[in-house]
């Protein structure tokens, strides 16, 4: 069973940047793995925020950026604003298994 | 407006069985995989299960297989969590989502449905 690892929690300053990234258990995340981005905040359900590596929703803002950095997905928030904190979490879809990430909980401060 | 809206959690014994829906609009269902997530209380999201656009393909975590069952109905633009053998590990949100590529991501989820798991 792949085990996809994330940053526990980040914190950032507003108008700063952050990357968060996203690591599999079973090797280097490639474009087979199609990762994906989701933002939840308190009591809501998640928002899509990226696909496919890199590939943004038409309701995600320009700030949210998606690549792969060292063989990991990353998440890449540049001119963060104090509305981004929430948890953030990353999914893989290697091999035929759709794994989500533990999550990363971003605090704006 | 693309909306999902789930129904059917509850508060159900351990060993029981419970039907979530998930009514679709403001798209083709018919066109689309969906999936269903679930988050268990103050823990992260899981993958349970998708099913493609005619029903044909089913697919779930391991954990659940053998007894929860996908399904939908194309005519309602509806689809359905059948859940047995219900465990107090299955307590959680459970979340539908549109899945446009059979896995490779999801865009549009509903609000969700709490399913509890208690004696």
């Known amino acids: 069973q792949t085990v996809v690892t994330q940053e526990p929690s980040l914190t950032v300053s507003p108008g700063g940047t952050v990357t968060l990234t996203c690591a599999s258990s079973?090797?280097?995340?490639?474009?087979?793995?199609?990762p994906n981005w989701f933002q939840q905040k308190p009591g809501q359900a998640p928002r899509a925020l990226i696909y496919s590596i890199s590939n943004k929703h038409s309701w995600t803002p320009a700030r949210f950026s998606g690549s792969l950095l060292g063989g990991k997905a990353a998440l890449t928030l540049s001119g963060v604003q104090p509305e981004d904190e929430a948890e953030y979490y990353c999914?893989?879809?290697?091999?035929?298994?759709?794994?989500f990430g533990g999550g990363t909980k971003l605090t704006v401060l | 407006e693309v909306q999902l809206v789930e129904s059917g959690g509850g508060l159900v014994q351990p060993g029981g069985s419970l039907r979530l829906s998930c009514a679709a609009s403001?798209?083709?269902?018919?066109?689309?995989?969906m999936s269903w997530v679930r988050q268990a209380p103050g823990k992260g999201l899981e993958w349970v299960a998708n099913?493609?656009?005619?029903?044909?393909?089913?697919y779930y975590v391991d954990s659940v297989k053998g007894r929860f069952i996908i399904s939908r109905d194309n005519a309602k633009n509806s689809l359905y969590l059948q859940m047995n053998s219900l465990r107090a590990e299955d307590t959680a949100v459970y979340f539908c989502a549109r899945d446009p590529r059979g896995g490779q991501y999801f865009d549009y989820w509903g609000q969700g449905t709490l399913v509890t798991v208690s004696s």
């Open positions: 999914l893989l879809y290697c091999g035929g298994a759709q794994v």
């Open positions: 403001g798209f083709t269902f018919s066109s689309y995989w």
């Open positions: 099913i493609k656009q005619a029903g044909s393909e089913k």
């Open positions: 079973t090797g280097a995340v490639t474009s087979g793995c199609y």
